[in-house]
């Protein structure tokens, strides 16, 4: 059978740009669609523009520090609407280069939604089909809102960027990476923050010491976060909405922002008639090759909500070409992935959290909190946490967990010793570098505690 390409992509957004143009460079006749614009959540919604924001809601607390170090200097008020004009200026630039580099490695693009018709057919809402050997759907996720009456008048995070001007007081209700990530940034940006999670403690899912020191924080920095706590009732008001709470509170916020999970976007796209299999939440049911449950559909990146990661993303984008087009059956690892949540301050972890690993066998864990040289003379009351979990039959270590400015940045230099199977003795045996925050994970000799 003739088909039009050797592969259609479906979704512009990272993982899928890149399995395109590298299966282009390698000789394929490819194509892409996409509805909306190019580079996906991490581009347009999430990883960039959030830590774009970040850097901006740093600023107040350098300046204080600045002052504490003897410089005069002198903060104004932020300027949000010039701050938005150059982050969506720059959000315009880097949608152009994902564009320049489809075109440049001579994928065929169509601005428009696409689905699947049959195992080899797209169908594009512009009008007509296409035909492909393969099919490779890359479509993301999707905020999701609560059932609850006037949610559709909240914030999400695809919204947050595009505000006309920043409220006076925001109510964000979450309490995952999405959640404490904004709570943190628009604090700094001066907005007054309140956030709800239902949960007994923010971060669910990881190092619980580590969480614990991040809620600390964030509360001590300005954050009105109430733990255990939900919404009964929203109301959408003419300037503002009315929201009561489970812990009896009944509060007017300027605005709300829903932060409460995110679905495999996968409605809409045909996949029902086709065969393919959805599993939990709408996501796409793949292998170890990130093949569908129909031989010729393929899916990579957070429509599959294995890790929703953009790096991972990313590698199962070129895993997917190594496999289907070099002849190199290639699996996607998904151990050991080194990640940051960009709270204030950040947190950088990779592997086994405490309690994770505990479950698993017998560990020891080395750990130190301290105030940090730099914030501590500028008379803040800051705190970090380097942690260390390491088994005590093979001594190497399971786990790697910071809480500190540049944790981000930490966490991939350690990721590479976690992934490569270092032992306690191989970090022991590395010369600290003085003064630094990270040369406490080279210098702990004695555990705190065994489990």
């Known amino acids: 059978m003739t088909f039009d390409y050797d592969l259609f992509v479906i979704g512009g957004g990272s993982g899928g740009v890149r399995a395109a143009r590298v299966a282009a460079q390698g000789g394929a006749k490819v194509a892409l669609a996409e509805e909306?614009?190019?580079?996906?959540?991490?581009?347009?919604?999430?990883?960039?523009?959030?830590?774009?924001?970040?850097?901006?809601?740093?600023?107040?607390g350098q300046i204080a520090d600045a002052q504490s170090y003897g410089w005069t200097v002198h903060s104004g008020g932020f300027d949000w609407p010039?701050?938005?004009?150059?982050?969506?200026?720059?959000?315009?630039?880097?949608?152009?280069?994902?564009?320049?580099?489809?075109?440049?490695?001579?994928?065929?693009?169509?601005?428009t939604r696409a689905s699947?018709?049959?195992?080899?057919?797209?169908?594009?809402?512009?009008?007509?089909?296409?035909?492909?050997?393969?099919?490779?759907?890359?479509?993301?996720?999707?905020?999701?809102?609560?059932?609850?009456?006037?949610?559709?008048?909240?914030?999400?995070?695809?919204e947050i960027f595009h505000l006309d001007e920043l409220p006076r007081s925001i109510l964000i209700v979450g309490g995952g990476y999405i959640a404490c990530e904004f709570a943190c940034i628009l604090n700094g940006l001066g907005v007054e923050v309140t956030q709800y999670y239902r949960g007994a403690q923010i971060l669910r899912g990881f190092d619980e010491e580590a969480r614990g020191l991040i809620s600390e924080e964030?509360?001590?920095?300005?954050?009105?976060?109430?733990?255990?706590?939900?919404?009964?009732?929203m109301e959408k008001l003419d300037h503002g909405f009315r929201v009561k709470s489970t812990n009896g509170d009944e509060r007017v916020f300027d605005q709300v922002?829903?932060?409460?999970?995110?679905?495999?976007?996968?409605?809409?796209l045909g996949l029902e008639r086709t065969g393919v299999k959805l599993g939990r939440n709408g996501a796409i049911e793949v292998d170890a090759y990130s093949q569908t449950s129909v031989p010729s559909i393929y899916a990579i990146g957070d429509v599959t909500d294995r890790v929703n990661l953009t790096p991972?993303?990313?590698?199962?984008?070129?895993?997917?070409?190594?496999?289907?087009?070099?002849?190199?059956?290639?699996?996607?690892d998904h151990a050991l992935i080194p990640t940051a949540i960009f709270t204030q301050p950040e947190f950088g972890t990779i592997g086994l959290s405490e309690e994770e690993a505990r479950d698993q066998e017998p560990i020891e864990v080395y750990c130190t909190s301290f105030k940090p040289m730099q914030q501590a003379f500028a008379g803040r009351e800051d705190r970090v946490l380097m942690k260390l979990i390491v088994s005590q039959e093979t001594r190497r270590v399971l786990g790697c967990h910071i809480v500190a400015p540049g944790a981000g940045e930490m966490i991939q230099l350690a990721g590479i010793a976690v992934k490569m199977g270092a032992t306690k003795e191989d970090f022991d045996r590395t010369v600290a570098v003085h003064p630094t925050?990270?040369?406490?994970?080279?210098?702990?000799?004695e555990p705190v505690r065994s489990a």
């Open 257 to 268: 922002m829903f932060a409460t999970g995110r679905a495999p976007n996968t409605p809409e």
């Open 312 to 332: 991972v993303a990313i590698r199962e984008g070129m895993a997917f070409v190594e496999t289907v087009f070099n002849g190199n059956p290639t699996p996607v």
């Open 218 to 233: 964030m509360i001590r920095n300005g954050v009105g976060l109430h733990l255990g706590t939900n919404i009964i009732e």
């Open 36 to 60: 909306d614009r190019y580079g996906g959540t991490c581009v347009q919604r999430g990883c960039v523009p959030k830590k774009l924001m970040v850097f901006a809601s740093e600023y107040p």
């Open 82 to 111: 010039a701050f938005r004009g150059k982050l969506h200026a720059e959000l315009d630039r880097l949608e152009g280069v994902y564009r320049r580099l489809l075109a440049n490695s001579g994928v065929e693009t169509f601005d």
């Open 116 to 158: 699947v018709a049959d195992a080899h057919t797209v169908e594009l809402a512009s009008g007509g089909t296409k035909t492909a050997k393969h099919i490779l759907i890359a479509t993301g996720g999707w905020p999701v809102l609560p059932d609850l009456p006037d949610a559709e008048h909240a914030l999400t995070s695809n």
């Open 437 to 445: 925050m990270a040369e406490e994970i080279v210098t702990m000799r």
